[in-house]
Structure formats: structure tokens, C-alpha cells
């Protein structure tokens, strides 16, 4: 298996899995409408691998577009990152994220179909536990309503590839429910380009640090934990990256129908305060933060049981939380003079 397609392959996680895929000796071609990315990234990834990749500005909801590139390449595995994924917006506009994320995510199984291509890899989220009572959560855990049309649009997504595989003797799939994806490329040549105002805590907090947010909110101080701020799992990218690559590895070796559910996670849950103090810590400089009220649609704390990754994938996250705030504060850096070419 060599050439595989990588939708929302310029976004922050798909960058970094086209950067790994490529190391691991895959031929990544990617697939990007630029909604939320920019081309500059495709110029990043070949300057980090020393090498030209395969990209095509297409929107994944567009058949012909999608067929020709399948048409072009014999694809042999996918990993589907392209999808809308702010949380407050699907709230706001439901209909955008189940247009994109489910259209997108049905075009592409039927196109699969249409060529025979067997073997995918999906982002899913830990959203789809919602606020569980077992920590740390493991996949056998029940899936709660969803908070935000958002997280419905991954357990629909779920649920479709469940579908889908039991009326296909021949799709192999692995559905990733990711927890919270932090860092950047130590390279400091890709990481995160949030539009706007960021909605998560560690672009916020680089953002913040460099001066261009005035303080960080920490969102409610009276959280049932330990210091009363949420508690999440917080994996470097690389790392998330690197599971993609061991997923296809083990789809490799798979037949007929298959579908499982994997948690990406470091096992381990730590609180926003303890972010706070790593982050000080690596970049030596002190966060103005301070208490705001609870967000809604918060889960108090969620941290994965990361064992059936090691067990069936052989992969565990690598790198520490300081790491990842380290890798996350040289890229803020170095973006600061990118503006121009990020709107
Ligand atoms: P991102 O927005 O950086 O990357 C998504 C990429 O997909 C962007 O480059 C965007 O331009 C592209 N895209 C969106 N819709 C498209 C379409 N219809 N056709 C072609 N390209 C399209 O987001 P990310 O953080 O890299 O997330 C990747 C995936 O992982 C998403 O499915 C997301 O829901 C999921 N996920 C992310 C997180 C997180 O916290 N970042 C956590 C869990 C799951
Ligand atoms: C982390 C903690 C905030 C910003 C989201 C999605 C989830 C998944 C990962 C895709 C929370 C607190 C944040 C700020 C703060 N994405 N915070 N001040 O909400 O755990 O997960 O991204 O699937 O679905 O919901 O991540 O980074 O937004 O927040 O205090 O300015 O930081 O309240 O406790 P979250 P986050």
C-alpha cells in the first residue's frame, strides 16, 4: 500500500499525518479546498520532507472533482481529516457542518466504493463520550447525546461507516476519536492557523503570550477537580500523526469487513491551571490570565484509556505536555510574520 489520499490534508492535523505518511515511506496525496488552511502549508511539508507532494485544491463534496483525482492515482488507502470542527459555530449554523461533514464523509465512501479502495481511517473525537462517569474512558464506553451538531456530526459519522461496513464484505476502517490535539511540527514550519479568535486553550494561551490577546480566560474556577479547572488530555500532534500512520500499517493486514474505534490519547489528563504553569514554564514568560465563567458545553474532565492503541496499533504517545507547549510557542513565533499570507 503506497498511494494514500489525505482530505483536509493542509489542516492542522493532516499536515502533520502528510509529513509522517511521507517518512513512513507512503505517498501521500492531498486533497484540500482551503477552507480553513492555506496553500502555503503544501510549501511547508515539502521543505520538512525535502520532497514535492501531490495536491489538488478539490472540495470533497464535489463528485467529479473527487473521482477525477481517483481517476489520476491509484488509491490504495484514505484518511479522512476534511471537516468543519468549531464547536460554537455548529451551534450557530448546524446545517453547514452536517452539509460538509456527512456530505463529505458519503461522497467519499461511495467514491471508495466506485474504485474499490478498501481501507480508511477517520477523525473522530473524544466528544463522542460526552461528560462520561468512567475516567479514563475507554471505547467500550456508551455514547451520550451529543453536546453541539458538531460532535453529532462524528457519532453520525460513526454510524454510517458502522453501516457501511456491515453491508460491504470488503471495507477495512478505523474510526480515531482523538482527544485534544496540541503542538506543532518541532520544525516550526506547520502547526495550527486558527481563523479569528481561537476557540481551544493553547493557541489562545501562544496568542496571549506574544501579545496579541491582552489575557487568557480560564473558563470557570469551580470545577469538581482538584483545582477546580477542567482536566483534558492533551497529545502532541506529531504523535496523533504517528497513530494515523500505525492505523493504515494495521489496515494492511486486514480483510473483508472490519470497522474499530480507537482513542488517541496520552492516558493522562491535566488540569487548564496545570497548562498554564507547563506553558510558563517552557517559554519562561508569565500568562496574564484570568477567571471567566463556566463555557457552556464544558465536560469537566475527560482523559483516555490509551491501552487499546498500544495493544492493537503498538502505538502510545511519545512526547510530554511541555513538549508539545514548547513546539507550540516556537511556531507561535515564527508565524509572526506571516500574516499576509494567512487571510
Ligand atoms: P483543520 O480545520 O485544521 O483541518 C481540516 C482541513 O479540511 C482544513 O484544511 C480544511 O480546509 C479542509 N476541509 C474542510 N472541509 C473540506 C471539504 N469539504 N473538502 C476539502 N477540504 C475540506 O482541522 P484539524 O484540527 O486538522 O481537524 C482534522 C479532523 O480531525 C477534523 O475532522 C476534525 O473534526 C477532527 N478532530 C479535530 C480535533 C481538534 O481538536 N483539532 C479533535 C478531534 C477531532
Ligand atoms: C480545553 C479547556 C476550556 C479556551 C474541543 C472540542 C472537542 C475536540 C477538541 C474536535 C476547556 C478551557 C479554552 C480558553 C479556557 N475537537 N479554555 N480558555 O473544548 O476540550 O475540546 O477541541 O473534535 O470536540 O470541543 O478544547 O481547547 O477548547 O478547551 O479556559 O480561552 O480549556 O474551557 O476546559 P475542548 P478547548
Redesign the pocket.
Known amino acids: 500500500m503506497k498511494n494514500i489520499l489525505v482530505?483536509?490534508?493542509?489542516?492542522?492535523?493532516?499536515?502533520h499525518t502528510t509529513v509522517a505518511l511521507a517518512e513512513q515511506g507512503f505517498i501521500p496525496i492531498v486533497?484540500?479546498?482551503?477552507?480553513?488552511?492555506e496553500l502555503f502549508?503544501k510549501d511547508r511539508i515539502e521543505q520538512i520532507l525535502n520532497q514535492a507532494i501531490t495536491f489538488y485544491q478539490?472540495?470533497?463534496?464535489?463528485y467529479a472533482a473527487m473521482e477525477k483525482i481517483f481517476k489520476e492515482h491509484t488509491i490504495e488507502g484514505v484518511i479522512?481529516?476534511?471537516?468543519?470542527?468549531a464547536v460554537g459555530e455548529s451551534v450557530a449554523e448546524p446545517l453547514k457542518y452536517y452539509e460538509?461533514?456527512l456530505?463529505?464523509l458519503i461522497n467519499l465512501l461511495k467514491i471508495m466504493q466506485q474504485f474499490s479502495v478498501q481501507k480508511l481511517v477517520?477523525?473522530?473525537?473524544?466528544?463522542v463520550y460526552g461528560q462520561t462517569e468512567k475516567l479514563p474512558v475507554d471505547e467500550s464506553n456508551a455514547i451520550l447525546p451529543a453536546f453541539s451538531p458538531?460532535g453529532n456530526?462524528?457519532q453520525i459519522g460513526e454510524e454510517i461507516l458502522q453501516d457501511v461496513v456491515k453491508s460491504q464484505v470488503d471495507l477495512q476502517v478505523i474510526s480515531l476519536?482523538?482527544?485534544?490535539?496540541i503542538g506543532a511540527h518541532p520544525s516550526a514550519l506547520i502547526g495550527?492557523?486558527p481563523r479569528g479568535v481561537p476557540n481551544?486553550l493553547v493557541p489562545y494561551i501562544t496568542q496571549t503570550a506574544i501579545g496579541k490577546r491582552p489575557f487568557l480566560n480560564v473558563f470557570g474556577k469551580d470545577y469538581p477537580t482538584p483545582d477546580g479547572t477542567c482536566i483534558r488530555d492533551f497529545i502532541h500532534?506529531c504523535d496523533l500523526a504517528e497513530a494515523h500512520v500505525k492505523a493504515l500499517q494495521f489496515l494492511q493486514n486486514q480483510k473483508g469487513s472490519f470497522i474499530d474505534f480507537i482513542n488517541v490519547g496520552t492516558g493522562k489528563g491535566n488540569s487548564v491551571l496545570e497548562v498554564i504553569q507547563t506553558f510558563e514554564q517552557v517559554s519562561g514568560k508569565a500568562l496574564p490570565y484570568q477567571f471567566a465563567p463556566r463555557r457552556s458545553g464544558d465536560v469537566t474532565a475527560i482523559y483516555a484509556d490509551a491501552r487499546k492503541a498500544e495493544k492493537i496499533l503498538g502505538w502510545k504517545a511519545q512526547r510530554s505536555l511541555a513538549d508539545a507547549l514548547a513546539d507550540a510557542w516556537r511556531w507561535e513565533q515564527a508565524i509572526q510574520n506571516l500574516e499576509p499570507m494567512r487571510f
Do not use: M, Q, W
Open positions: 482530505t483536509g490534508g493542509l489542516g492542522f492535523i493532516g499536515s486533497v484540500d479546498n482551503l477552507s480553513n488552511s502549508i478539490a472540495d470533497c463534496n464535489d479522512h481529516f476534511a471537516a468543519y470542527k460538509n461533514n456530505f463529505s477517520f477523525s473522530s473525537s473524544c466528544t458538531y456530526t462524528k476519536r482523538y482527544f485534544n490535539p495550527e492557523l481551544n500532534v
